[in-house]
């Protein structure tokens, strides 16, 4: 039977919201006690653990609230396929200091070429490291902020969005905006502007812009926020799926292709 006192620390630790103490501290006191370790070893084990996994919960509650829709980090981007894209920039990005300066960064290029995984690869490193992320689509958050919009909750959701640390808008450009959300688009950027930071992904080049937002003037009030404090990430070249697909494919074994018995 469990004595009184051990109801009482587990009890306490609970109240003290120390789930990695509570689930640690006998085996560890057992592995301190067969290394000889004195009570301060102990307790500087615990506190360290709790303070991990603690850190490891963060980051996993950061990335749920960010909204990506796959988690993909740099790691697993193949540089080699994108030439044109700055590998020493993009990893230095990933330290996110830019974060800190209020920079922008978008990334420009041809459909299929790698934008949204670089996107997602560098939110990813900006929940690693305590910030708060939210990732969409250019044409979702358009279809947001004019619900909002309709069921007067548009205050709220525009706090929301500007209260974050890295806004990634991914896909600018492969659906049209309408007037309203064109306008509704530029309000947000244009609340972030110099409060936090903005990653774009575009298959446009600037020039095209006017397409989207349908205003020569607002495509320009636009740009000339975004791009007054910004890193470009050029990532032009054949679609990456295609060649990544073609150089796995190169390492899969030949198929033996059998008679069938008769």
Known sequence: MTDAPQILLHHHLKKL???TFQGEYAKQAQ???AENKDHVHYLARLCEMELIDRERRMIE?????????STKSLDSFDFKIIPSLNKPLTMELARCDYVDRKENIIALGPSGTGKTHIALGLGLAACQRGLKVRFT????LVHDLIEAQDERRLQRLQKQLTSQNLLIIDELGFVPLSKSGAELLFEV???????GSVIITSNLPFDEWTEVFGSERLTGALLDRLTHHVHILEMNGESYRLKHSRKNRQYE???VC?????
């Open 17 to 19: 919201r120390l789930p």
């Open 258 to 262: 059998r008679r069938p018995s008769t």
């Open 31 to 33: 592995l301190c006690a």
């Open 61 to 69: 509650r950061r990335i749920k609230a960010a909204k990506f829709p």
């Open 137 to 140: 689509t250019a044409a979702a």
């Open 189 to 195: 950027i244009s609340q972030c502007y110099e409060r």
């Open 253 to 255: 074994s030949p198929r």
